[in-house]
């Protein structure tokens, strides 16, 4: 007997986000990174795709285009972190709490003189510094970008050469902030900081399509089981811990905000990529590079918030009853 679908009516709820991805569209507003695209883009390019747990996929707009990671790496690399040293150690070196690198108040640090979480750049600085810190950089990264492939079901990775080079050349922030951690005594003994801040970029510089970072999503809606290959990338409990960050952190300082009103675990990325996790569901992925004032995807904020408007995908939405009104993909609405 085969197994019911995830979704079990694909076509219905293809035919919604198609509706969404429409809507959104039209909304070009918003300003490239002006390091990746110093150029600007006149017609930017817009892609949704959508993976769920058992591998069910829609493609929209641009989706074969390829771009890099950015800070999408930094949930995985805090995943990484957690795998190899554990969340004890982990967290001696990096907190979990909202907070900016806010260089003009000081607040880069939290006040126990460490990165406020994993999902901004000191902690991402800081995660990066955990992973096999007796490793060259080269081996870390290819240590990394197999995890990667294998959270993109089984594929190869290209690495993003131009993307890296312009990202080193605007580090400066990124080196300041390396050099108060030091200061501040937050990093583990005989850390490296060109070594530590040159391996942040150099994650950030993985290559990915939109299809790829959907498969990632899924295998982390999945609780870190490819829905592909079968995989097992990351434990249950390091996923969990990655999306309760993600939840929190995920979106740069309109986190709070968005955990507010979309709910759905999230990051994004400067080069115009955003995950957003829908547990034991689906992993959905956006490019449009044009970014609002916070640093995210003004389009793939406005889909994923217009996703919840239709779906009971928020966070604390109810499951078991429809007091809200929104559509369930779970349910097989034709047979009732």
């Known amino acids: ?88 150690l982990v967290h001696q070196h990096i907190g979990r709490e909202p907070g900016a690198e806010n260089f003009e108040k000081g607040m880069v640090l939290n006040r126990e003189n460490l990165p406020h979480n994993p999902m901004i750049n000191s902690g991402s600085i800081m995660s990066g510094c955990l992973i096999k810190p007796d490793w060259d950089n080269k081996k870390k990264l290819k240590h990394v970008t197999e995890i990667w492939e294998q959270l993109c079901g089984g594929i190869s990775l290209e690495f993003d050469h131009d993307a890296f080079q312009k990202e080193m050349k605007a580090s400066h922030s990124n080196f300041a902030m390396a050099h108060i951690m030091m200061e501040n005594g937050a990093f583990p003994e005989n850390t490296d900081l060109q070594k530590a801040v040159e391996f942040h970029y150099l994650c950030c510089s993985i290559g990915v399509n939109i299809d790829d970072l959907a498969h990632a999503a899924a295998t982390l809606a999945n609780y870190g089981l490819s829905p592909t290959t079968g995989s097992q990338v990351f434990s249950h409990k390091t996923v969990r811990d990655m999306l309760s960050l993600m939840l929190s952190c995920g979106m740069y300082d309109h986190s709070g905000q968005y955990a507010f009103k979309v709910g759905i675990p999230s990051k994004s990325g400067v080069a115009g990529g955003l995950i957003a996790v829908i547990p034991e569901l689906m992993g959905i992925s956006i490019y449009s590079p044009p970014l609002d004032k916070h640093g995210n995807t003004v389009r793939g904020v406005k889909f994923c918030e217009k996703l919840v408007e239709k779906f009971n995908f928020h966070k604390h939405d109810a499951l078991f009853s429809n007091i809200h009104g929104k559509k369930d993909p779970r349910i097989d609405y034709r047979k009732r």
Do not use: W
């Open 1 to 88: 007997m085969s197994k019911t679908p995830v979704i079990p009516d694909f076509e219905d709820f293809k035919n919604d986000i198609i509706e969404i991805f429409e809507q959104v569209a039209p909304h070009t507003e918003g300003t490239p990174d002006e390091d990746l695209f110093p150029e600007g883009l006149e017609n930017p390019p817009f892609a949704v795709s959508i993976c769920t747990i058992d591998g069910q996929l829609l493609q929209l707009g641009d989706h074969h285009l390829s771009f890099s990671v950015q800070s999408i790496s930094k949930p995985i690399n805090y995943g990484i972190a957690l795998e190899e040293r554990g969340e004890e």
